[in-house]
């Protein structure tokens, strides 16, 4: 007889049962990103909406294209293009309420053009006069951020005070694939699934972070499939179909609004041009994949459904293309000024009072200005006189 | 604030509780506070600092976060954005390390990136420093760090009246401030009640603990901070005995410094050494000493010493009291300032 067989021996207890938290199932995303143009869906969408994406995509590009020609002229220090995922960018802008905030990654300036900011402004940043340095209170638009993912938390948590205040805000963070590995990432998801935030995460997978694909990034399934580990939907979309991206967006920010918490949005979408202007892309991508993506462009997509619905005509395009033209010449103009900087604005805004120590820093560089300008006006004098 | 006169008697409290009462009159007087962190809800912390917030203002005003500092300095970061004022407790020095990205890359900058348009009213309370036993990870001094980061305040009590103050008016502050409570003094007692407003310290200034009563002659300032403080007052009794008559000056805020209330006691005194149990290479005390130097070299009549934690990882518990410094190195240190009588080439370490 062993121990345990003997009466009153130890028997263990079966543990309680077990019951998943929440039905996995619903949270899934499709196998497929989800497309409407091309497909008879997209005759339900608003010729309204469909000219506007139209408009802002050509718009977009021809933004992205006039930013790049100024890092040539060295009026730019880099520029992020978002060439190829303009789809992303405009929809993420266009599907927000006024008082919604969005929270803009490095790359992610034209979003943050499309919902209103100075495009001067919005390139602050790149141009290098200052780090962003706008409002974001003007128009909901939180400072474009470099450290990738890091700008999520923020989302999750405005979103979070917002609810708690009552107030009817939903923020809507945009991330690279690459940006995905982070921890930030990971916590900002868990964060807004636990609080039910209404915040809604938009993953702009466009194949690269910097030259690292997306196989060497995640094992995972999808991005959108990282969703169901965190307790919210994840949904996949073809980043390249504005409407689709417009709509899939729309649901997401509704569902928060309504109390129904975060949603993670993956968008498959291209980086057709470098990852900046000082990337060499020939390294790691092949010219065949990138005439594959080119085959699927944004604003080819939505032209052909406009004309397949007579939405659009030769005028119309043309005028929309002027339209776009007039914007590039503007910023053209608006960036070849020098911007006016004041060196002494360095110890404005470190604090909301200076210590004594940035005074005692501030009084010195105000001194070594002095002595600037005293030799430059002495410089001038004699060069007169010569 | 509901003062009664009961409470306006000063009674025996502790570092703890005083601490806790400021996060509770911050959040009774002010809305938009919020208390955030692991732990400080149900529980009121593992060290009982938050007890009763949740209770008397709810969970959505005193939260219990999931596990991750990154994401609960991340998620105060956008609370701030839209007008909140968090309070985040990091359980422990060490681990406050996570959300270090946050702090610096975001934290500290975001008034300055937005040219003054967005603030970040945020108190980041940590916990910090050794001799309570803690296992690795449970006692760093990591006021160095914060120290290297411009944007952020840095502020240490070594009371319980200025646990409170400092408390309150880091809350109201319209900057981040990293407010680093010395868990060694956690249960150190002082006859306190919150009611006195002139105890509501001002971030920025130091104060003199203890005077030199003969200016000249055998005499010179301790500078020391946090768990420090008391040890330099136990000091400054002890070399009365050999002759020295000490200043202990209590920096109470590492950032802003204040350079006057120091080098008016150095210039009294003539002599300074710094203690703190922070590493000394790479530590607050060569800052500090270097700002005395560049002012006060001529009032000097010794160099600038420093009584530091060796420059080790934070030694495992048994050992603590090795590395910790101690009234005893205090005095050594002072006996080493005898510079015009017995220090000898080569003596300086
Ligand atoms: C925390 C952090 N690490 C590294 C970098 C440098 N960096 C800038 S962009 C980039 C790649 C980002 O890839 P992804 O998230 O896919 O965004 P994409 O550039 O494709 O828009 C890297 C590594 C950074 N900005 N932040």
């Known amino acids: 007889m062993t121990v345990l067989e003997q009466p009153g021996a130890y028997r263990p207890t079966p543990p309680p049962a077990w019951r998943p938290r929440v039905d996995a199932a619903p949270l899934l995303p499709d196998a497929e990103p989800y497309r409407l143009l091309g497909t008879s869906a997209a005759d339900d969408v608003s010729p309204d909406l469909l000219t506007r994406l139209y408009a802002e995509l050509v718009r977009g590009r021809r933004y992205n294209t006039q930013a790049t020609a100024l890092t040539r002229q060295g009026r730019l220090a880099v520029y992020p ?98 940006g995905t590995s982070e921890g930030d990432f990971h916590e900002a998801l868990n964060f807004a699934a636990v609080w039910q935030a209404p915040v809604v995460f938009l993953v702009q997978n466009n194949g690269f ?17 990282k969703a169901v580990g965190y307790g919210m939907p994840g949904r996949l979309v073809d980043g390249n179909d504005a409407a689709a991206v417009h709509q899939v967006l729309g649901e997401a920010v509704r569902r928060a609004r309504e109390g129904g918490g975060p949603t993670l949005v993956e968008a498959i979408t291209y980086r057709v041009d470098a990852h900046t202007n000082a990337d060499d892309a020939t390294r790691y991508r092949s010219d065949k994949e990138l005439e594959a993506w080119r085959g699927h462009d944004p604003i080819d997509l939505i032209t052909a459904e406009l004309r397949r619905r007579d939405l659009i005509d030769d005028d119309r395009v043309e005028a929309i293309r002027q339209d776009a033209e007039a914007m590039a010449a503007a910023l053209r103009e608006r960036m070849n000024e020098d911007p006016v900087l004041d060196p002494m604005d360095l110890f404005e805004h470190v604090y909301a009072e200076k210590t004594d120590q940035l005074r005692e820093q501030a009084a010195q560089l105000r001194a070594e200005l002095d002595a600037e300008g005293q030799e430059d006006r002495e410089n001038e004098a004699q060069e007169g006189t010569r | 604030m509901t003062a009664t006169a009961v409470e306006t008697a000063r009674k025996p409290a502790t570092m703890a509780q005083a601490l806790g009462r400021a996060m509770r009159d911050a959040m009774a007087a002010d809305p938009t506070v919020h208390v955030m962190g692991e732990d400080v809800g149900t529980l009121g912390g593992v060290f009982r600092i938050t007890d009763g917030l949740a209770k008397e203002f709810g969970d959505d005003r005193c939260t219990d976060t999931p596990l991750a500092e990154a994401g609960i300095l991340g998620t105060a970061v956008g609370m701030a954005m839209y007008g909140l004022r968090p309070v985040v407790e990091m359980q422990f020095d060490a681990f406050a390390y996570p959300a270090f990205e946050q702090l610096i890359s975001h934290v500290a900058r975001m008034r300055n990136r937005t040219r003054g348009a967005m603030p970040l009213p945020i108190t980041v309370r940590v916990p910090y420093g050794g001799g309570i036993g803690g296992v690795e990870h449970h006692s760093d001094s990591s006021e160095a760090y914060y120290m290297a980061t411009p944007g952020l305040h840095v502020v240490t009590p070594a009371t319980v009246a200025d646990a409170y103050g400092l408390l309150r008016a880091a809350i109201a502050s319209d900057d981040p401030v990293v407010f680093l409570e010395p868990k060694r003094l956690y249960w150190s007692k002082a006859d306190w009640s919150p009611d006195h407003p ?62 006057e209330t120091v080098c008016a006691s150095v210039r009294r005194t003539g002599r300074a050494v710094i203690v703190h149990e922070s590493t000394g290479f790479g530590g607050p005390g060569g800052e500090i000493a270097a700002r005395i130097t560049e002012r006060c070299f001529h009032h000097l009549e010794a160099p600038v010493l420093r009584v530091a934690g060796f420059d080790i990882p934070y030694p495992p518990p048994m050992l603590e009291r090795h590395h910790l410094p101690g009234v005893d190195r205090v005095l050594d240190a002072v006996a080493r300032l005898q510079w015009e009588s017995d220090w000898t080439e080569g003596s300086v370490g």
């Open chain 1, 81 to 178: 293009s978002s060439t190829g995922q303009e789809a992303c960018q405009v929809a993420a802008a266009l599907v927000l309420e006024e008082q919604d905030w969005l929270f803009p990654s490095y790359r992610d300036t034209l979003a943050a053009v499309v919902r209103g900011l100075d495009p001067v402004q919005a390139l602050t940043l790149l141009r290098g006069d200052w780090h962003t340095g706008y409002d974001p209170h003007e128009h909901r638009v939180a400072p474009l951020c470099t450290p990738l993912a890091t700008q999520l938390p923020h989302a999750v948590g405005l979103a979070h005070a917002a609810r708690l205040k009552g107030d009817d805000v939903v923020a809507l963070a945009l991330v690279g694939d690459g």
């Open chain 2, 198 to 259: 002139e105890e509501v310290a001002p971030i920025g200034r130091a104060v003199v603990r203890r005077r030199a009563s003969v200016p000249g002659g055998r005499a010179a300032t301790l500078v020391t901070y946090g768990p420090s403080v008391p040890v330099c007052l136990e000091a400054a009794e002890a070399a009365r005995a050999e002759g020295w008559d000490l200043e202990v000056v209590d920096l109470r805020s590492l950032v802003p410094f204040d350079d």
């Open chain 1, 209 to 225: 972070a910097i030259s690292v694909p997306l196989a060497k990034q995640t094992a995972a399934p999808s991005l959108a499939h």
